[in-house]
């Protein structure tokens, strides 16, 4: 397995992201990892790394590259001080942020489809809290190029906006796994019923459920990092892949 920092031209810039590749001979199924709403950081590289030791190209964006160099701040502390949250959110999330992300999701389409070592005319998508968001509104914004698609502790996936992902369930093509978190008002249990009812009347293939752990429970780094659950949502994402990657 290699590991690469590059740089991706977007409409709106240049995007720092990380390509992670198995070992041997390509061309391996392609894979977008989005990154969680805390930021880039090593902790991530891990997620990458196992994936594409696993046999699959994974691309890893910096999805918030327009606020300039930056430092990910402490996942204890943003979890743990309100004010530290409020600051953070206030700089990287603006209103405007789903859209210049889906804008950029193209770009990294097209860097994808360029690379010789990587089988991209079907992907995967995956992500967590924020980037689960992402990995659906891909799913749903690029169609058929998208096979399958996971998201875990997600939120935001089920709201009143026009760009909400649930509504974009009729564009999917894609097989769709989403793992909740438990007591998670970003992705309650209502929220999860109105999802699956919409994936279910688009005739999406999907499962959706909830794991027994808290809102951030993937990376190692969080303070409610749960290595049972993070070894199953291994599992979930591994069998989803190969199910429509392979």
């Not at 890893?60 to 430092?71: E, Q, W």
């Not at 209103?95 to 097209?110: H, Q, W």
């Not at 990092?225 to 429509?244: I, V």
Request: aromatic share 8%; net charge negative; proline share 8%.
């Amino acid at each position: 397995m290699s590991h690469t920092a590059i740089e991706i031209r977007t409409e709106d810039g240049t995007c720092p992201a990380h390509v992670f590749r198995p070992s041997g001979q390509g061309p391996w199924p392609a894979v977008l990892m989005f990154m969680d709403g805390i930021g880039m950081r090593p902790a991530l590289h891990p997620l990458g790394e196992r994936l594409a030791s696993a046999g699959y190209y994974v691309l890893m964006p910096d999805m918030f590259y327009r606020a300039g160099t930056y430092t990910a701040p402490d996942p204890k502390q943003l979890f743990g001080d309100p004010a530290v949250m409020k600051a953070h959110f206030g700089k990287f999330h603006s209103p405007t942020f789903m859209a210049d992300a889906m804008r950029d999701t193209r770009a990294f389409l097209a860097y994808l489809d360029a690379q010789p070592d990587a089988r991209a005319q079907k992907i995967g998508t995956t992500g967590y809290c924020m980037g689960g968001r992402l990995s659906l509104m891909a799913a749903g914004e690029l169609g058929e190029r998208v096979a399958a698609a996971a998201a875990f502790h997600p939120g935001g996936v089920v709201t009143d906006a026009p760009d909400s992902p649930h509504l974009l369930a009729p564009k999917m093509r894609a097989k769709i796994y989403v793992a909740g978190a438990m007591e998670d008002q970003s992705f309650s249990d209502a929220q999860r019923q109105k999802l699956a009812e919409a994936l279910t009347a688009a005739n999406v293939d999907h499962v959706v459920e909830m794991y027994p752990a808290r809102h951030g429970w993937v990376p190692s780094d969080t303070p409610v990092h749960d290595a049972t659950c993070a070894e199953r949502h291994w599992k979930a994402t591994l069998e989803l892949f190969a199910s429509a990657l392979a």
